[in-house]
């Protein structure tokens, strides 16, 4: 009898070989030719609603900072945490996530230096729409509304052969994430402890079954033997696409419940997760890095729509952040040992007004903060600092909001090329007009080198 990882490799019919490209077909079969190590991965955070960057990293080298604008949000500098750069400062609720950023040469404290702080990122005609905005993020298509297929799941589909791979990307949610959503199967899990049929481990082994001896054979059993067994209905359309969804979700079904059979997780060294809904989504992605061979996790955190009583230190905005810096420090103790394979980035639909408004809050803005970290990431404060931005800079688009200065599709080409080693065609593929965008642009395109 095949064993389930032998069959697939065999060449079971999947979903993938019935994919639709948003490329056109010139540049439909680079991946082909593309150059993709083979254990590099990514978590992406995304932060639903909108996160402050103003009060993230606070660009104290711009004197319209300042109580003035922020009554009850300023946040002195002798309170917030020192960069290094005489510039600019990180909130003080954020300290955990100074074990990463520490190095000599950034702030003359020992330490990795693996995280990059990236101030000004948006995109041209930047939306304030929370649906739209979250989309053009998660699509790589700025100002398509009707475009719906996300940009981390054409990386996947273009190069990490997930027809042997069916759990080459999961988001970790109780709902669908657009930047993994495309015609080939991934998985959404919201607990996988819980990702399994209900019953009894005999009833789950029985009603899963076996994969046949040969591919499309009819001596297997169960849901493995249907999916993987003779197709019926021929004329019938999307056949071959229903089959191959069954055994991508059968395959990544047994995976995880192979992990989750390994034990209780226990993360390593003195890693600790935050508590909440946050800690939980990162300690399942953990243990899906460690156990399994996923290599693209995306997972959701709300409650960054912060309109009133966003908080100045210990409020609101301060605990969210907090939150996502321990949840950086604990992914960086808990996975040393693939460190140098992995890069975690948050992002956020927009960032927030420059001033406050009158309900003690931000209203919806243009530019925002991204945070990189990964063991080939060249830590450092990346556009708020006094070479880059102007006094007044924090008021530069319509007197209300920061401009960007770097597209966000410049951060993550530079992480499909450099990370995970994409060719310019792949490039292209995976982020549909980027290099025309690079041509009507080409200041926002500025490679920012925050990798290795």
Known sequence: MLT??????????????????????????????????????????????????????????????????????FIPRASAIDLGNDFAGLHPRMAPIMDLYHHRDLDGVDGPGNLALIHRVGYPGQSQSHFDGQQYWETGVPGKPAFEEGMLYRQMALTMRPETNRLAAVAISGTKIMALTGPQAVPTVRDPAAFTFSGSAARTRKLLGQLPSVPQGSDGSGLLGAYGGPRDFPEKPYRELVYGTGLVLMDAMQIIREAVAQGPYVPSGDAAYPSGDLGTKLTHAALLLKRTPVRLVALNMGGWDTHANQGQINGTHGGLLAQV???????????????????????????????????????????????????????????????????????????????????????????????????????EAVIPGYAQAVLASPQDFLPLNFLV
């Open 325 to 427: 810096a321990q949840g950086y420090q604990a992914l960086y103790r808990d996975l040393r040992e693939q460190w140098d394979k992995l890069i975690v980035v948050t992002v956020t639909e927009f960032g927030r007004t420059s001033r406050e408004n009158g309900g003690r809050g931000t209203d919806h803005a243009q530019a925002c903060v991204m945070l990189a970290a990964g063991g080939r990431v060249r830590g450092g404060v990346y556009n708020c600092d006094a070479a880059t931005w102007q006094p007044g800079d924090l008021f530069s688009a319509q007197d209300r909001y920061i401009r960007r200065r770097t597209d966000f599709r410049t951060v993550f080409a530079e992480i499909f090329t450099r990370h995970f080693g994409s060719d310019p065609a792949t490039l």
């Open 4 to 73: 389930r990882r032998d069959f697939l490799k065999a060449g079971a019919v999947t979903a993938l070989g019935f994919r639709h490209t948003p490329c056109d077909s010139a540049s439909a079969a680079p991946w082909l030719q593309a150059s993709v190590a083979a254990d590099t991965k990514l978590v992406l955070i995304f932060q639903r609603g909108g996160n402050d960057g103003v009060n993230t990293l606070i660009p104290y080298g711009d004197p319209q900072y300042s109580a003035a604008n922020r009554p009850t949000l």
